[in-house]
């Protein structure tokens, strides 16, 4: 591991730039160039959610060491291995869980529009450069992640309560519903859910659209106050 | 008992000895067992280091084992029904056993051999042959399952036999017995007996194998067999026994002439008279069994056979005396060094292949047998190892510039410098050793480090067992100047020959489960919504389905008394180490095993009118023993229509 010279990190601490550094000709309605650059980046960032999964949730237990794991995907579900939700549908049929098919959710139909609008929209606000959009533009899109985890929950809890009362495993009080977020016991089965690649990719633009707007509102309101 | 107890106190003594010299934070170099210990042992979840494949013996079976551990990992069933894993019995593998004598149940499986790319294990393939009806089979090493199994025709006693060729070109075989060639009724006494040197060709994408031509020699016992190697790779050699040609007590009178020969084939020119037309015709039967796309084995049977005298093949064919009865005949590393066994030989004969090609050019022969030449012994040898214990059988080598020797009689391996010759080592096997093994050892590129001892008694080794004791192999370490014992481990059969290959070579080609979308077994069931039964006459066709755990159907209704009922059961599953088996009452069968994907059909004649059940035996699930159906009898004739459930079936 390379170690630097004794006393070599003190020397040449930039200046911090200021804030406020917004040229003073810039009418306070429109968004800084870098803003629209950053916006109009992370618009772009959403379409890896076409090529990357949203989300994944993991199952292990002692006779799945190897783990069984599916990921949710904009407009598909898929095994982790070729055969995983094959057979995560085979054991859900001992606790009476309805299988999972991933053509009975209209989700996966209107997530990839959603996308599609989302970053239309981005760049939209990247190109028109007000201020305001930005802020309905990050409104919109926290609403519409928030929405979307909220259908991820009602999804968990509908599988994990509705089963079949013939079922051969019948455990009184217990119910199957996958965490929303990290990983919980379900009988032999600990269950994890993650964002995935997409997913994360998500969270940092929703993170960035809300520190730009927080930067933007700040960059405003001193220019006017 | 006073070995067994002696050895036991020895033992405790180390112990104590050596949890003595920890407590004291004593010296850190391990005690003799102590270090043999950490050499095998692997811990419970990990992995060895080596696949190792042991010939069964006379189980027909070849036996995988892992090493340094020993640990026992799969048998498979090749030239033997083997009732756990339904081969044999059920209706997709009984064709595997076809021969020209029809289905033969059993056979006695001896030299495994690895298919080889340059020389070295590409661990494509597994070829072993069957002795008693000469065959040679192929097993898939993604499955380890057998896909192939070829009869040799006109030879008798398939033994020294499958050596493949540099890049697995072919499987070469010999024939053990002198019989009439082609087989005619004879005086045994007086007839004249032959044998066939036998060149199987491999396809080098498919594996296939095919008959393409056998060289007819003079009536010896044609023992074991190598292919050569870089310099020698077009040659193949075979040991003799019995040059006496005696018929009779042949302990004494096989062994009169103080010389036998090790038969050399040049492939090459064997071709050539093979395209040129210098073959004759034989037209003895034989069958060829695959495994076709469908999972399903079928048989063809073969009249025809491509057959080259060496008087019509002058250049093909040459013997070298080679002293005395010998049994291996091992090709060092390089190509250069063919070692003879002899086993009533006192020295070790070791040709020079060099020597060899320069003798025929020389035409430095003694005389001739059948218009085959006998090159000189002097203008072939290369050495004699002085003093090798007596009986030497088979040799390997380490890559490193040694041999190892298996000495039967003596019960020991001897191990000696292909510079000079010389014996450097020796070590004891427990007992009487047939063949050994180092991992490649037979190969151009020799892994080395170990070597396998596969031994013929135990005797006191093991607890005894009755009058038949376990079979038994040993593993010794050869890193060091001086071999070092490590481990015995119990064999099944009789573990003739092995073979050995890095994990790493094949451990992540292995099929998980079978495809079930992509089956095309014409008898397969893809969902229970499409699982039917059809009668045809007496015959009934139950197309059916496993998942866990339960059967569909599990009611069939309407089958009769003398019925063959075809039971199709696909096992639906797509999940890794979860196979169905399907067992019926008073089937004169086998269990079905079946694969996560697979389908196998058992067939059963119902006797007696009543309600009998089936179940699954391999235990899938926790609701395993719930995992059972019903087939209702009745007396031929009846009015009961044929009725099940699940799919179209009328019983809900």
Redesign the interface.
């Known amino acids: 591991m390379p170690v630097g010279k004794p006393g070599s990190r003190k020397v040449g601490r930039p200046a911090r730039r200021k804030t406020t550094s917004r040229s003073p000709d810039l009418p306070t309605s429109r968004l800084r160039p870098s803003s629209r650059v950053a916006i109009a980046l992370a618009s772009l960032a959403l379409l890896v959610l076409y090529l990357a999964p949203l989300w994944h949730v993991g199952l292990k237990a002692p006779q799945y060491p190897e783990g069984l794991g599916m990921y949710i995907w904009v407009n598909q579900i898929t095994g982790e291995k070729p055969q995983d939700l094959n057979s995560i549908n085979g054991l859900n049929h001992y606790i009476g869980m309805k299988p999972i098919l991933p053509e009975s959710f209209p989700e996966l139909r209107l997530m990839p529009l959603a996308v599609a609008a989302a970053v239309a929209a981005g760049l939209l606000v990247a190109l028109v450069a007000r201020r305001k959009l930005l802020y309905a533009w990050a409104a919109l899109f926290t609403a519409g992640s928030l929405v979307g985890l909220a259908d991820f929950y009602r999804w968990g809890y509908q599988y994990g309560h509705e089963l079949d009362p013939h079922a051969a495993i019948k455990i009184p009080g217990m119910s199957y519903q996958p965490p929303l977020l990290g990983s919980k016991q379900l009988l032999n089965f600990h269950a994890t859910s993650w964002p995935a690649l997409g997913g994360w990719v998500a969270l940092l633009v929703l993170a960035l659209l809300l520190a730009l707007a927080v930067r933007e509102w700040r960059g405003a309101r001193a220019r006017t106050g | 008992m006073t070995a067994i107890r002696s050895r036991a106190w020895t033992g405790a003594a180390l112990t104590l000895l050596s949890v003595g010299l920890s407590a004291c934070g004593g010296t850190s170099k391990p005690l003799g067992g102590t270090d043999a210990a950490a050499k095998v042992y692997v811990a419970p979840g990990q992995y060895d280091e080596l696949y190792a494949f042991l010939s069964g013996g006379f189980s027909g079976n070849v036996v995988v084992y892992g090493l340094p551990s020993g640990r026992l990992l799969q048998q498979i069933p090749v030239f033997s029904q083997y009732p756990e894993k339904g081969y044999g019995y059920s209706e997709e593998t009984k064709a595997m056993l076809n021969t020209s004598w029809g289905f033969l149940p059993w056979d006695d499986a001896h030299h495994p051999q690895l298919s080889i790319t340059n020389g070295t294990a590409d661990g494509r393939w597994l070829f072993i042959n069957g002795n008693n009806t000469p065959r040679i089979a192929r097993l898939d090493l993604t499955r380890f399952e057998t896909e192939e199994i070829i009869e040799i025709p006109n030879a008798a006693g398939g033994h020294g036999s499958p050596y493949i060729t540099e890049n697995s070109e072919y499987a070469v075989s010999g024939t053990r017995f002198a019989v009439p060639t082609p087989q005619e009724d004879m005086s045994v006494k007086d007839g004249k007996f032959g044998g066939v040197l036998s060149f199987v060709k491999i396809d080098p994408k498919s594996g296939r194998m095919s008959l393409a031509f056998q060289v007819h020699v003079p009536g010896f016992d044609y023992d074991l067999a190598r292919s050569g190697k870089g310099p020698s790779r077009d040659w193949s050699f075979w040991t003799s026994y019995n040059s006496e040609q005696a018929k009779t007590l042949l302990e004494a009178n096989a062994s009169q002439k103080d010389k036998d020969y090790i038969a050399a084939v040049n492939r090459k020119v064997a071709e050539q008279c093979v395209a040129q037309g210098k073959t004759k015709e034989w037209k003895t039967p034989y069958a060829h069994n695959t495994v076709g796309e469908d999972g399903i084995a079928r048989s063809e049977m073969l009249t025809s056979e491509k057959i080259l005298e060496a008087a019509d093949c002058p250049g093909m064919i040459y013997f070298l005396p080679t002293p005395k009865s010998p049994h291996g005949v091992d090709v060092d590393p390089t190509g250069e060094f063919i070692v003879g066994g002899g086993k009533l030989a006192t020295v070790i004969p070791v040709h020079s292949f060099s020597k060899m090609l320069k003798a025929i050019e020389a035409k430095a022969f003694e005389g001739e047998v059948d218009g085959i030449p006998v090159l000189k012994y002097d203008q072939v040898i290369a050495g004699e190892v002085q003093n090798p214990g007596l009986g030497p059988l088979h040799t390997e080598f380490d890559g490193k510039g040694f041999a190892y020797t298996s000495v039967f009689i003596t019960s020991e391996i001897v191990k000696f410098s292909l510079k000079d010759f010389t014996v450097v080592d020796r070590i004891p096997t427990y007992y009487s050793i047939g063949h050994l093994m180092i991992p490649g050892g037979d190969t151009e590129h020799p892994y080395g480090k170990y070597v396998v001892a596969l031994n013929k008694i135990t005797k006191d080794r093991y607890l005894p067992t009755g009058p038949e004791l376990t079979q038994s192999a040993q593993l010794y370490d050869i890193t060091g100047d001086k071999m070092k014992l490590l481990l015995d481990f119990p064999t099944t059969g009789e573990p003739h020959y092995a073979q050995a290959l890095p994990a790493s070579v094949i451990k992540d080609k292995q099929l998980k489960?079978y495809?079930l979308t992509e089956s095309k077994d014409p008898n397969v069931t893809k969902s229970e919504k499409e699982v039917k039964v059809v009668r045809q006459g007496a015959k009934v066709h139950a197309y059916m389905t496993a998942?866990?755990?339960h059967f569909v159907p599990d009611i069939i209704e309407g089958i009769q008394v003398g019925d063959s009922v075809f039971f199709h059961v696909t096992n639906l599953?797509?999940?890794?180490d979860v196979p169905h088996g399907f067992a019926m009452l008073g089937a004169r069968n086998a269990e079905l095993l079946i694969m996560p994907g697979q389908t196998r059909t058992l067939v059963w004649v119902p006797q007696r009118a009543g309600v009998y059940p089936f179940y699954c035996t391999d235990f899938c699930?926790?609701?395993h023993q719930?995992m059972q159906g019903y087939i209702r009898v009745s007396v031929k004739g009846s009015s009961v229509p044929l009725a099940w459930n699940g799919g179209a079936g009328t019983i809900k």
């Open positions: 489960t495809i998942i866990r755990s599953e797509q999940d890794w699930s926790a609701l719930e």
